[in-house]
């Protein structure tokens, strides 16, 4: 029995779980390369080195180095040094959970935060507007966008004691 359709399959698996991953980080507004590398190493049964992700798919070492710190960043690959080894080794954390909050934590959150502020600011320009019925109209939009937000936060606050 020929181990080609085997090998094939499995490296259709490995294309699918890659494309996947890249789409769901474009989604949130990462470089592709960080899901290309979550999504190799999440299907991958064995440790891999940056070399091996730079080869494997065809990405420079500066995307693979970023990708990786940002991965790590959020909890979502381990490291490990096999023994005789010198170069670190990259496995897949597969805690959703640690993923998402950290996500959530670091690139979120901040926006959140920013967003506020800076409509907190835009409300406080208001009164130097003379026409009064541009005046009443910007009010009530940056008085939604401000209520979005407190929404967006109070969700984010959910979302965190739902992964808990």
Not at 25 to 37: Q, T
Request: aromatic fraction near 4%; avoid cysteine; charged fraction near 25%.
């Amino acid at each position: 029995m020929s181990d080609h359709p085997s090998r094939q399959a499995a490296e259709e698996i490995e294309e699918g779980v890659i494309r996947l991953f890249t789409d769901m980080v474009r989604m949130a507004g990462l470089p592709p390369s960080i899901g290309a590398i979550y999504g190799l190493l999440f299907v991958s049964d064995q440790a891999l080195h940056m070399d091996e992700l730079v080869a494997r798919l065809d990405i420079s070492k500066g995307s693979a180095s970023q990708g990786l710190r940002v991965l790590r960043s959020l909890g979502a690959v381990e490291t490990q040094i096999p023994s005789g080894e010198r170069r670190e080794h990259y496995r897949a954390g597969t805690a959703l959970k640690n993923i998402v909050a950290a996500f959530l934590d670091s690139q979120v959150r901040p926006q959140l935060k920013t967003g506020m502020e800076t409509t907190s600011q835009l409300l406080e320009s208001l009164p130097a507007i003379d026409d009064e019925s541009h005046r009443e109209f910007l009010a009530e939009r940056l008085h939604r966008l401000a209520n979005w937000q407190r929404r967006g936060s109070q969700a984010l606050g959910l979302l965190h004691r739902f992964l808990d």
